[in-house]
């Protein structure tokens, strides 16, 4: 029989950033589709919170945790306890990200490394931590959040573009090394979502009436437009599916004029 299988029933997914904007919404879809999940960001209130929620609206069992994604000790803690607590991790969803919106000018060494190590280095870091445990099991599902900004020059997005632009390329890397561990490894790239990330520069009128008239769909996204995406590549319907980039962006970012 031929049937598309979405159902994560059974599943321990890890959301990073799960607190707020896009890894709240992620992790929420993910325990509706059926998977435990375990929300991590650094503001221990928030997530805790945001898990105690997704327990409730979906029955599944969540758990809310501090966790640094630019530290490595950090991570090692909270997925020793979710090995320990849970007792596998079957997906992982690095989504955890941030941004400064400054020229290159003006860009600090620090801010630099802030936002590449929020936004990439964790990336390898959870992945590495994670990864040992799924190709032990031979199974595992990673879904790293980039963006458009992997592939498009945008504003002031001197570190945030590369920093993209990477998490896609380790995104193959991975994929190519860990496809015969039955690892998959993809990316989603999102245009603009109403976040916390971005909600400033979307309160500009000009800001974003351009950026409508530059999105083929003429608005932005919404936050459950992401969710299927991300459940389908978690899916085991899924299993031959890795090193891809999905862009979520209203048909932008092949759009010419
Ligand atoms: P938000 O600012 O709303 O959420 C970011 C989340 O990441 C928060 O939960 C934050 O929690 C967490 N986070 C930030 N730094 C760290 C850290 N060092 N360690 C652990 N957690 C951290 O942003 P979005 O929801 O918009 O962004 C989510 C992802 O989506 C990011 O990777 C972003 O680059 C990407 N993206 C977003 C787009 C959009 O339009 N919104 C478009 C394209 C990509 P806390 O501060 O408590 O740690």
Redesign the pocket.
């Given at each position: 029989m031929y049937k598309a299988n979405f159902d994560l029933t059974g599943k321990v997914a890890v959301v990073?950033?799960?607190?707020?904007?896009?890894?709240?919404a992620l992790a929420e879809g993910l325990a509706y589709a059926g998977a435990d999940v375990v929300l991590?960001?650094?503001?221990e209130e928030?997530?805790k919170i945001a898990a105690m929620e997704i327990s409730q609206s979906t029955g599944r069992r969540t758990l809310g945790i501090s966790?640094?994604?630019?530290d490595k000790d950090s991570i090692d803690a909270v997925v020793g306890k979710v090995i320990r607590d849970f007792g596998r991790i079957d997906i992982l969803v690095n989504?955890?990200?941030?941004?400064v919106r400054h020229g290159a000018l003006d860009l600090t060494e620090d801010e630099w490394d802030q936002v590449i190590d929020?936004?990439f280095k964790?990336v390898f870091l959870m992945s590495q931590a994670v990864g040992r445990h799924m190709v032990k099991q031979k199974y595992g599902r990673i879904v790293n959040?980039?963006?458009?900004?992997s592939e498009l020059t945008l504003a002031y997005g001197t570190p945030?573009g590369p920093s993209?632009a990477g998490v896609v390329h380790l995104t193959r890397q991975m994929a190519n090394e860990w496809a015969q561990h039955g690892v998959t490894v993809n990316a989603i790239?999102?245009?603009?979502?109403?976040?916390?990330?971005?909600e400033k520069a979307l309160e500009n009128d000009e800001f974003r009436t351009a950026l409508e008239r530059r999105t083929p769909m003429g608005r932005l996204?919404q936050l459950e437009e992401l969710v299927a995406p991300v459940v389908f590549f978690c899916s085991d319907g899924a299993g031959y599916v890795t090193g891809q980039n999905l862009f979520v962006d209203g048909g932008t970012t092949h759009f010419g004029m």
């Open positions: 990073t950033g799960g607190g707020r904007g896009i890894g709240r991590t960001a650094r503001t928030q997530v966790c640094d994604v630019t989504n955890a990200g941030t941004s929020t936004n964790s959040i980039a963006s458009v900004a945030y993209k790239s999102p245009w603009f979502f109403k976040t916390s990330l971005n996204g």
